[in-house]
């Protein structure tokens, strides 16, 4: 990328974020078709595929179909690649090694240390398994941006909650230092799929973005959902399923959770938790999944 | 005599490993299918209040949360003695609905095409097996054309069930009571909008591409089969008296017969347990023995009656008796589609049944002590939990997923799992591109992250052993 291109969504970036939270990125994303598709490898740990999911969801900035096709180069998703078996572990350490210090490796689900990190395996290697552990210390300093993507891989999330008996950590944990940049944390579970590609996007087009000390994107996790709720100061709502009042009340997440769920919604801004009666359950904190979820 | 490896099996969700021994004529003669990934999940849920298992085990699987949320809050209305209302019943239908058409497209497409199919000769859709392609350059292509089509509709399936769910994956709001969505015509129109597009879809694209798929690869009727008898525990109640538009049944030697939960035993012969072998889930307890001599999987092999069952959308629809052609690799799919198709119809149905601006949801109150089951279908098939609460609090709580069913290894009686035995005696033609045997796996839709959490090393320290994969 040229450096007089890099500096100019640099600065139409930063005006952005001056502005509004949900700055529209389209017109700035376009300059990326100009370029060779930038490298992404993505690996799955301790979790439940629902940031993979939630990724297949996103509208915004693109559906995934031209994330796919015309912005970034898929190097290795369990879920969708074509390859399997020695094939697909082959072109996992073919395309890390190929395209050292250039591409993003993205992070979902907890790592698993437990039992020499054997409680996730993601293939095999000439008959030797390789675990989830050992990819992420072997290819995370090889990249040049490593992303956390959901709950689980920033903070360790479901996976790692209660005696955690598979010892699991996250992302940032187990690489301290580890990296060329700091891990990026992109919590929610899952993941918001626009936060999940925006941030690829920004990345890509303008570097190291300014993170908040949980390490996430301030731009996305600025602000507490209680803060931007629509429910905010309207009374007291006294159990679930209250169709209007304030669930603070009754152990809602809200005022401790920051995500964009009251700006962005999900599933293309169709609701979101509270806007079908349920009180936030904070799972984008890194305390999620609390004992009890409410409370 | 050789053996391949598949490891990973991509296009799936989680971590599964399937190994087989070939014969000097590439024919399997053994099999093993490994779960990847142990997450020590039914511990984590011992000592919270029922209502958070509803929303951590939907955490189990990204690709069918709606029903382990449905599963869990059965489980929990059954030890209250509860019974959610026809509205509840109602929204879940629809959320759960919109669940399986997302994934069954998402299956079908994504997931199995590209066993037939060779994509765009870009990451991630190359490299690939270019084994046994048998489609027309202008049939590959309107293929992935449907391929790209398809990756919008299951994503507005997504859409369609947020709608009343709140969010996908992960509903926000099935809880014991039912659903806290009220509903405004707004949402029912919505709603609405997206079931028209989604059906027109299924009932033509599909429709189309799966029968263009059974027409030229019409020798995978006749691989793949395994045992073929069906288990499934019903789903989607169209009333409060328990009327399931897909009955719970076996089918066994192609007969059907009545399901009852009692008749289900795990086993741990093969399994890394030392644990009592051949117990009930709602008193089983796990052990794990990672030394054990003849143990190879982190799987129990849930059986009924002593006999492996495979679930799935072939065994709810032979039992509902909407497709009873045969059981194999293709069978699979068309059963698939003729689900999908069939539940799309009934979404209709129900939607029109939903009260505007009613919520599905009852205040239940806390559960101090029982017990319950929560019996529901996954896309994938059958799927149990068992729950115990003892001081308001969850005392026990034990899981029984499809692809525990399907992807089970041999139990004690020597008897193999439904997706080993559907490997055995297929022939692989050429083993460095054993295309064949991905065919199958992807055939049974198989989840690993479904399967791999039912181990619960209860009070093992983790310091004392180490993990043998194989």
């Known amino acids: ?295 | 005599m050789s053996t391949i490896v598949l490891d990973p099996i991509t296009r799936l969700e989680g971590h599964l490993k399937v190994s087989v021994t070939l014969d000097s004529n590439n024919i399997v003669t053994e099999a093993q299918a490994t779960g990847n990934l142990y997450r020590g999940f039914e511990n984590m849920l011992v000592g919270r209040v029922p209502n958070d298992a509803a929303f951590l085990t939907q955490r189990i699987c990204g690709l069918c949360p709606v029903s382990h949320a449905i599963a869990s809050s059965k489980a929990t209305e059954e030890a209250a003695g509860f019974t959610p209302t026809l509205q509840a019943l109602l929204l879940r239908n629809l959320i759960q609905g919109a669940n399986f058409i997302s994934n069954s497209i998402l299956h079908f497409y994504q997931l199995a095409l590209l066993d037939y199919v060779q994509g765009p000769q870009m990451h991630p859709w190359t490299p690939g097996y270019s084994q046994d392609l048998r489609f027309s350059t202008a049939d590959s292509e309107s293929l992935m054309a449907s391929y790209v089509t398809a990756l919008a509709i299951r994503r507005q399936a997504q859409e369609m069930g947020a709608i009343f769910g709140g969010k996908l994956p992960h509903a926000s709001n099935i809880v014991p009571g039912g659903v806290t969505a009220s509903p405004s015509s707004t949402d029912i129109t919505n709603f609405k909008n997206y079931l028209n597009t989604i059906t027109t879809f299924v009932k033509n694209t599909y429709r189309a591409d799966v029968n263009k798929l059974a027409t030229t690869y019409s020798d995978y009727y006749k691989i793949g089969k395994g045992y073929g008898n069906l288990i499934s525990y019903g789903v989607f109640d169209t009333d409060t008296a328990g009327t399931k538009l897909f009955q719970a049944g076996i089918v066994t030697n192609g007969v059907k017969g009545s399901f009852a939960a009692n008749n289900i035993k795990e086993y741990v012969g093969h399994s890394w347990y030392s644990s009592p072998s051949g117990v009930n889930p709602a008193s089983e307890t796990t052990t794990p023995n990672f030394e054990k001599s003849g143990a190879y999987t982190w799987l129990k092999a849930p059986r009924y009656n002593n006999e492996a069952y495979e679930a799935g959308s072939i065994a709810r629809t032979w039992l509902s008796g909407d497709y009873t052609n045969g059981v194999s690799v293709m069978d699979r799919h068309l059963a698939r589609y003729t689900e999908i198709s069939k539940i799309a119809t009934n979404m209709q149905t129900w939607l029109s049944q939903v009260t505007p601006q009613t919520s599905g949801y009852t205040n239940i109150g806390t559960i101090t002590t029982g017990s319950g089951i929560g019996l529901t279908e996954a896309s994938r098939g059958a799927l149990g939990h068992w729950l115990s609460v003892s001081d308001s609090k969850i005392s026990n709580y034990q899981i029984i997923t499809p692809t525990c069913w399907n992807a089970s290894p041999t139990d004690d009686a020597g008897n193999v799992g439904p997706i080993e035995k559907a490997l055995i005696g297929t022939h692989v033609e050429d083993t460095t591109q054993p295309v064949e045997l991905l065919r199958i796996v992807h055939s049974f839709d198989p989840c690993t992250g479904c399967s791999v959490h039912v181990m619960s090393p209860d009070g093992i320290e983790m310091s004392k052993f180490v993990v043998q994969p194989l």
């Open chain 1, 1 to 295: 990328m040229k450096i007089s291109r890099r500096d100019f969504l640099k600065w139409t970036i930063a005006a952005g974020v001056a502005l509004n939270l949900e700055f529209d990125l389209a017109n700035v994303n376009t300059v990326l078709a100009a370029e060779t598709d930038p490298p992404i490898i993505w690996i799955q740990g301790a979790g439940c595929s629902g940031c993979t999911i939630s990724t297949l969801n996103v509208t915004n900035p693109y559906t995934i179909d031209e994330v796919l096709l015309n912005k970034v180069s898929m190097k290795y998703s369990n879920t969708i690649m074509a390859a399997s078996g020695s094939s697909a572990m082959q072109t996992l350490d073919e395309s890390a090694t190929q395209y050292k210090g250039q591409f993003i490796l993205v992070i979902e689900g907890a790592i698993p240390t437990g039992a020499n990190g054997n409680y996730c395996i993601l293939g095999e290697v000439n008959g030797t398994p390789l675990t989830m552990e050992q990819a992420v210390l072997k290819y995370a300093p090889m990249a040049k941006y490593v992303v956390a993507a959901g709950t689980c891989a920033s903070f360790g999330g479901v996976s790692a909650t209660g005696a955690n008996e598979t010892n699991c950590l996250s992302a940032a944990n187990i690489l301290n230092g580890k990296t060329t940049n700091p891990v990026v944390n992109l919590p929610g579970c899952p993941v918001q799929p626009t936060i999940l590609v925006q941030s690829l996007l920004d990345l890509i087009l303008t570097g190291n973005q300014t993170l908040d000390t949980n390490n996430r994107p301030s731009k996305y996790y600025g602000i507490s959902v209680h803060r931007a709720c629509p429910r905010r100061g309207t009374g007291a709502a006294n159990q679930v399923g209250a169709t209007a009042g304030c669930f603070r009340g009754i152990g809602c997440k809200g005022p401790t959770c920051q995500n964009a769920c009251p700006s962005m919604k999900w599933n293309n801004g169709q609701a979101w938790c509270i806007g079908v009666n349920y009180p936030c359950i904070g799972c984008a904190s890194p305390a999620f999944p609390t004992n009890p979820l409410l409370g």
